[in-house]
């Protein structure tokens, strides 16, 4: 089946640093990859939606200017969380859907991102 | 504004005993129904999906849910808990199908007593 692989699944780093997640669809292509932030003992909140070769789109009240995603080929969509602060501590996790479809119903998601920010 | 709802964020049982997960969403527009079981530190894993069709569906681990669109509910059930089943359970449902228009409900944590 569809396998959608997080790097790294967990990342420690200091307040101001930048740090880059990897979501990797491994034996399917993805026009689109989905980002999801999910704070403890909280349900997940859609951040935005990457699409192959154009920008993403972010849901209301996310700062694109902080979460920087690329979605620069079929199978790869990085976020970066630029300057890092406490407050962006949180579990990060990518969805991706297989090119050719657009449903919900085809979602897979990844084993998630642990992000602390000391 | 769309809703999920799931009742109860901490269910416990005992082991052998039934599961019964209750989620309820807002809208009389049919809806695909989702549940996922997510483990500690880890993504989730689709359990089950209802889109059309019958509408008690079956999926892993021996769950099963029914789609009542007169009640707006998709109760996630299972006739005996294993103590493997411990984790976070969430519903979702979209409306329209697109991967973006998922919403998910608030999560229920569910504790198996041996």
């Known amino acids: 089946g569809a396998v959608v692989s997080q790097h790294p699944s967990w990342v420690i780093c200091k307040s101001g640093t930048s740090v880059k997640i990897e979501c990797r669809s491994l034996d399917f292509q993805a026009t689109t990859m989905f980002w999801y932030r999910q704070f403890p003992k909280q349900s997940l909140m859609l951040m935005a939606t990457s699409n192959e070769g154009s920008k993403a789109t972010y849901e209301q009240g996310v700062e694109k200017d902080k979460f920087l995603i690329n979605h620069a080929s079929l199978t790869l969509s990085t976020l970066t969380v630029t300057s890092a602060h406490p407050e962006d501590s949180s579990f990060y996790i990518c969805?991706?859907?297989?090119?050719?479809?657009?449903?919900?119903?085809?979602?897979?998601f990844g084993a998630g991102s642990r992000l602390t920010v000391l | 504004a769309q809703s999920v709802t799931q009742l109860g964020s901490h269910v416990s049982v005992s082991e052998g005993a039934l599961v019964l997960l209750r989620c309820n969403y807002s809208s009389s527009v049919p809806p695909y129904l989702f549940w996922y079981v997510q483990y500690p530190n880890q993504g989730l894993q689709l359990l089950l999906k209802?889109?059309?069709?019958?509408?008690l569906v079956k999926g892993i681990n021996g769950f099963e849910a029914e789609f009542k669109k007169s009640e707006t509910s998709f109760h996630l059930t299972k006739p005996s808990a294993h103590m493997s089943d411990a984790a976070e359970y969430f519903c979702a449902v979209s409306w329209g199908n697109a991967g973006n228009m998922l919403t998910f409900g608030g999560g229920t944590r569910l504790m198996v007593k041996p």
């Open positions: 969805s991706a859907i297989p090119a050719g479809n657009s449903g919900a119903n085809v979602l897979t």
């Open positions: 209802y889109t059309t069709g019958a509408t």
